[in-house]
């Protein structure tokens, strides 16, 4: 079945680069995506990648994608105390039926 | 734009009881999802609606949970009885189409607690 894994915590240090990894077991994953959730609020889609690009750059967030590997990773430069949250990766492979396959959230960590 | 509803957004019962929970959607978007975010845990799927119809309901329990949208807009979810297991969040997101890529709008959830 379809799964897809997260490490729990990622500290840095304030003004840092974070890098949130996740991995997918899905071969015919369409899009992948990564949502932000912060305490007591919704999910906030932050961006989300084709499986046929590598690589998406949107202002601070830079995503990564190894196909070959199933590994997303999203990076967030210059990493703020705003920014701390759970990042969730998500899948979907298409067609009529898709609703999202989550992992188990990256509580992001900011250290003054 | 207003986005998506959802109602109460905290819920208590007791073991056996019954709750509905009501979602209302961002205005047009024809797909609809419920999920259920347990503690420490992704969201995942329950339910999925394409107007009224469903789509992919494979991991609802559907012994003890149901859910409807009958005029293609507003859906409930409820749960009859429900069990200690079942206190999670439930999420409710629309798409303007069932299409992967499609972004998907999450309300705030209903906190449930069942005691």
């Known amino acids: 079945g379809e799964d897809v894994e997260q490490s729990l915590f990622l500290s840095v240090r304030e003004g840092d680069s974070s890098v949130i990894n996740c991995t997918y077991t899905d071969s015919s994953s369409t899009y992948l995506y990564w949502y932000k959730q912060e305490p007591g609020a919704g999910l906030q889609l932050l961006t989300y990648i084709f499986s046929n690009m590598d690589m998406k750059q949107d202002q601070r967030l830079t995503v990564l994608l190894n196909k070959k590997d199933k590994h997303l990773s999203l990076r967030i430069a210059d990493t703020q105390t705003g920014d701390s949250a759970i990042y969730f990766c998500?899948?979907?492979?298409?067609?009529?039926?898709?609703?999202?396959?989550f992992g188990k959230g990256t509580h992001l960590i900011i250290q003054p | 734009e207003a986005g998506v509803a959802q109602s109460p957004r905290y819920k208590i019962i007791e073991k056996r009881q019954s709750v509905a929970f009501w979602c209302n959607p961002i205005?047009?978007?024809?797909?609809l999802y419920w999920y259920q975010q347990i503690l420490g845990q992704g969201p995942k799927l329950l339910i999925q609606f394409q107007n009224n119809g469903v789509v992919d309901d494979s991991q609802l329990p559907k012994d003890r949970f149901s859910a409807e949208r009958l005029k293609g807009v507003d859906s409930t979810l409820k749960i009859q009885p429900a069990k200690l297991e079942d206190s999670a969040v439930y999420l409710c997101?629309?798409?303007?189409?069932?299409?992967?890529?499609?972004?998907?709008?999450f309300g705030p959830g209903t906190r449930l607690t069942v005691l």
């Open positions: 205005s047009g978007h024809a797909t």
């Open positions: 997101a629309s798409s303007s189409s069932g299409r992967a890529g499609n972004t998907q709008y």
């Open positions: 998500a899948e979907n492979s298409g067609g009529g039926a898709d609703g999202l396959t």
